[in-house]
């Protein structure tokens, strides 16, 4: 049984946390296989 009395997350808004991380997790993975293929 699934109780729905919970609330859910019906809107998601991006911060500037979440985008920094983000894209700082997407350099270092770009870089770790840039370095991987010299």
């Known amino acids: 049984m699934i ?10 808004h991006p ?3 979440w985008a920094t991380w983000r894209m700082e997790l997407a350099n270092q993975m770009f870089y ?7």
Request: hydrophobic share 25%.
């Open 15 to 17: 911060s500037d946390t």
């Open 3 to 12: 109780d729905d009395d919970e609330s859910n997350i019906v809107n998601i």
């Open 32 to 38: 770790e296989w840039q370095a991987s293929r010299n």
